[in-house]
Nanobody, 125 residues
């Protein structure tokens, strides 16, 4: 089982950038797809981006396409979510999650066996 710890959340102004980190330990990182989810107050958690176990496939939700980029650095056992041109509607708690041998075909949360505790992103002027 992979253990995950997110970091990098902050309060930023609209239009600014942030990079979230997801540090993994406890199992072979290469075996896992990593997805980022977010949950805003009063809303359901939604999938934002996913990168496959091999790192070959990367998907981004329509709402963040062309602004967010997910990556996976095998040498660091970490995944990153680069977030540019942030908007107030990006305000949420962001979680990373892992799915063994995942291909990013789904954001079904029940398929992701490991979750971090989340990191808060607030976009406000």
């Amino acid at each position: 089982q992979l253990q995950l710890v997110e970091s990098g959340g902050a309060l930023v102004q609209p239009g600014e950038s942030l990079r979230l980190s997801c540090a993994a330990s406890g199992d072979t990182f290469d075996y896992y797809a990593i997805a980022w989810f977010r949950q805003a107050p009063g809303k359901k958690r939604e999938g934002v981006a996913c990168i496959s176990s091999t790192g070959v496939i990367a998907r981004h939700a329509d709402s963040v396409q062309d602004r967010f980029t997910i990556s996976k650095k095998f040498s660091e056992n970490a995944s990153y979510l680069q977030m540019n041109t942030l908007k107030p509607e990006d305000t949420a708690r962001y979680y990373c999650a892992a799915r063994k041998f995942g291909d990013c075909s789904t954001y079904d949360e029940s398929l992701y066996s490991s979750w971090g505790q989340g990191t808060q992103v607030t976009v406000s002027s």
